[in-house]
């Protein structure tokens, strides 16, 4: 059985840092492209950044890029999302996946495991 555990959301400030986790069991962050995806209220879940099979390549939303950086640890089965100035619109719920190809995908089809998410509330 497949398993995505996401972890390392809060409260901060606009301004601070986070990094997320997303700690994998049933397979591994090595077999697939994986995704981090965020749903704010009211609004649709959305891509936010995407890591290839290899690590080697990766893909962020253009509200995103600059400031996080997505990476994944094969060794401790573990993907990441370091969150740098964040800012008020960030606030979401933030989901990791595992994805169906080894190359990057925006769609959320291309995603076949999902984690259960993690909020991050960010306060101006």
């Known amino acids: 059985q497949v398993q995505l555990v996401e972890s390392g959301g809060g409260l901060v400030q606009a301004g601070d840092s986070l990094r997320l986790s997303c700690a994998a069991s049933?397979?591994?962050?090595?077999?697939?492209?994986m995704g981090w995806f965020r749903q704010a209220p009211g609004k649709e879940r959305e891509f936010v950044a995407g890591?290839?099979?290899?690590?080697?390549?990766?893909d962020y939303a253009n509200a995103v890029r600059g400031r996080f950086t997505i990476s994944k640890n094969n060794t401790e089965n573990t993907m990441y999302l370091q969150m740098n100035n964040l800012k008020s619109e960030d606030t979401a719920v933030y989901y990791c996946?595992?994805?169906?190809?080894?190359?990057?995908?925006?769609?959320?089809?291309?995603?076949?495991?999902w984690g259960q998410g993690t909020q991050v509330t960010v306060s101006s």
């Open positions: 890591i290839n099979l290899s690590g080697s390549n990766t």
């Open positions: 996946a595992a994805g169906r190809y080894a190359f990057i995908l925006r769609q959320q089809n291309a995603y076949a495991y």
């Open positions: 049933g397979r591994t962050v090595g077999s697939s492209a």
